[in-house]
C-alpha cells in the first residue's frame, strides 16, 4: 500500500482473463471496478519501521507451490539482476519453516530476514519489489472462465531462474556422495487432490525399490539433498512437484494425476529446459470436486502403475 493506493501486480490483459475474488485477501472487505474497500487493522504495537527492506509478504507465501513457483522465483530474479544491495527481506511469521529455510539454504549473503505477524503494520521507507514471473491471481471466484493458460509461465522466463536456484544449491549442500536413489514424494491424505488407493501405490513403489517420503517431514536442505540424488522420481500431483526442479539434468520423473492434466504442461516445459524427463500417468476420478474440479479425487490402478515402473526404470521408451 503506498498512500491510499492498494498495487497489484498484473500486465497487458492478464487481470481481465481471471475472474478475481479480491476479497479472498482478510484486508479487503470488498472489490469492485479498481476500487477497493481495505480494512486497516488496529495496531497494538507502533508499525515496525525499517529504512529499506526487500517485500515477500504476501496472500499465498503460506503454500509451499506458491512459495517455489512465486516468491522464491522473484526473489531470485532479483537478487540475479546485479542490482539489489544487501538488505532486510520481510516474509510472513504464519510460514512453513521450510520457506524461510530456503532464503536461508540459497541467499545468505542477501542479509536479515525479518518475521512480519499477521495484520502487523510495516513502514519501510524505501521497499523493493519485484514482479512475479507469470500472474498468480489472489483467488478465481470460480465463474466458469478460468483456463490454465492465463497463469501459464513461459519457460524460457522461469527457466534460467530455476537452473541458477539449482546451481546454488549445489553449492552450498555440495554434490553429494550417497548413492543415486529412486524416490517416490508422497502426499497426506489430509491434502486435496487425494489419490484414493494411496497405500497400494505406495506399495507398489517400494516393491519396485522406491524409498516413499513425505516431503513436509523434512527440512528445505534434506528436500532438495533428496533430490540432488534422485535419478528416479515419482511424485503425486501438487506442490511437491517443485521440488524436482533440483534434480540434476538427466534425471527422470513421473507425475501420478487425475485425468485433468492442463497444469502439467508448464512443469513438463521448465522440467525439460533443466534437462528432466516427465511422463504423467493418469487414472480416473473418485470424487470429483464440483467447485474446483482440478482438486478432485482420483485413483491410479496399481497393476498399471507396476507395469509402468518395470518399463520406465528399464528406459523403454514405447510406454
Known amino acids: 500500500m503506498i498512500g491510499s493506493q492498494l498495487l497489484l501486480d498484473f500486465q497487458y490483459g492478464e487481470l481481465g482473463r481471471v475472474d478475481e475474488e479480491f476479497a479472498w485477501d482478510p484486508s479487503i472487505f470488498h472489490a469492485n471496478d479498481g476500487v477497493a474497500w481495505y480494512l486497516q487493522a488496529p495496531d497494538e504495537h507502533a508499525p515496525v519501521g525499517l529504512p529499506e527492506a526487500f517485500n515477500l509478504l504476501g496472500a499465498h507465501t503460506d503454500f509451499f507451490g506458491h512459495w517455489l ?36 539454504l540459497l541467499f545468505p549473503e542477501q542479509g536479515p530476514i525479518i518475521e512480519i505477524e499477521s495484520f502487523r503494520s510495516v ?34 522466463r522461469i527457466a534460467p531462474v530455476m537452473e541458477q536456484l539449482r546451481q546454488r544449491a549445489v553449492a552450498r549442500l555440495g554434490p553429494g556422495t550417497t ?49 540432488q540424488r534422485a535419478t528416479e522420481i515419482v511424485a503425486l500431483e501438487g506442490s511437491a512437484m517443485f521440488l524436482i526442479q533440483f534434480a540434476g539434468p538427466g534425471a527422470k520423473a513421473c507425475i501420478l494425476s487425475h485425468p ?25 476420478i473418485a470424487n470429483l470436486n464440483a467447485q474446483a474440479p482440478h482438486d478432485s479425487d482420483y485413483s491410479i490402478d496399481a497393476g498399471r502403475f507396476s507395469a509402468f515402473l518395470r518399463g520406465w526404470q528399464n528406459g523403454e521408451r514405447d510406454r
Not at 123 to 142: C, E, H, I, K, T
Not at 260 to 284: C, K, N, W
Open 69 to 104: 513457483c512465486e516468491y522464491l522465483p522473484k526473489y531470485a530474479s532479483a537478487v540475479l539482476s546485479g542490482v539489489l544491495p544487501r538488505m532486510p527481506v520481510l516474509i510472513d511469521a504464519h510460514m512453513p519453516a521450510t520457506h524461510r529455510q530456503s532464503l536461508e
Open 123 to 156: 513502514l519501510v521507507q524505501r521497499l523493493w519489489v519485484a514482479p512475479d514471473l507469470s500472474y498468480y491471481p489472489l483467488y478465481d471466484a470460480g465463474r466458469g472462465r478460468f483456463k490454465w493458460d492465463a497463469i501459464s509461465v513461459s519457460p524460457e
Open 179 to 227: 548413492p543415486a536413489t529412486s524416490v517416490f514424494l508422497a502426499r497426506k491424505p489430509c491434502r486435496h487432490r487425494r489419490l484414493v488407493n494411496d497405500a497400494d501405490i505406495q506399495a507398489e513403489a517400494r516393491r519396485h525399490g522406491f524409498a516413499v517420503v513425505f516431503p513436509e517431514d523434512l527440512g528445505f536442505g534434506e528436500q532438495v539433498g533428496l533430490m
Open 260 to 284: 485433468m492434466t492442463e497444469a502439467q504442461s508448464d512443469f513438463h516445459e521448465i522440467f525439460r529446459a533443466l534437462g528432466i524427463e516427465m511422463t504423467v500417468l493418469t487414472g480416473p
